[in-house]
């Protein structure tokens, strides 16, 4: 499904997120950088050993990525140019409102990220909602809530945000808030 907000134009669908050509696909990662399950696993493998090095240097640099920050490398081997790396709440390691402003922030920090690196178009998974056991429908509500909030303070910024879904429930969840 395709809309339109303000100038951006806002896509939800199904799919594989390492085959998105987009400029920048988000992972969502866990805070070593080093790769993990589900998405995080599949950006690692499918970007190959030079994403490895990166998040190493990166993680040399800085330690850890925390909950909620962002951070970018390369795209490696994928159509991507580029990689940015948010680490989403763990559902039951927070209060249900410290962990919505996380993960909010997971979304505003990758987009402002973005637009530092003239990112023009931008991928996202569900955040949180594998493992992490961040609700779907919760995770979708501010997900979309969260972009649109964005979008009204930096308009023209970027001119595509896709949310790629991995499977048919999320997809719906995802169309039913931005049909909201």
Known sequence: MEYSYKST???????????????????????????????????????????HQECLMIRASG???????????????????????????V???????????????????????AVQNSIRTIAFPAISTGVYGFPKDRAARIAVQTVREWIDGNPDAIREIAFVCFDEDTEKLYIRQMEI
């Open 63 to 89: 330690g850890p990525c925390r909950t909620g920050k962002a951070v970018i490398t390369s795209g490696g081997n994928m159509k991507a140019r580029f990689i940015i790396h948010t680490v989403g709440p």
């Open 9 to 51: 134009r806002l896509r939800i669908y199904r799919g594989d997120i390492t085959e998105s050509d987009v400029d920048a696909v988000v992972n969502a990662a866990n805070s070593t950088l080093l790769g993990g399950g589900g998405v995080d696993g599949a950006i690692h493998r499918a970007a190959g050993p030079r994403l």
């Open 91 to 113: 559902w039951f390691d927070h209060t249900a409102e410290e962990a919505d402003r996380l993960l909010a922030d997971c979304y505003r920090n990758s987009l402002a990220l």
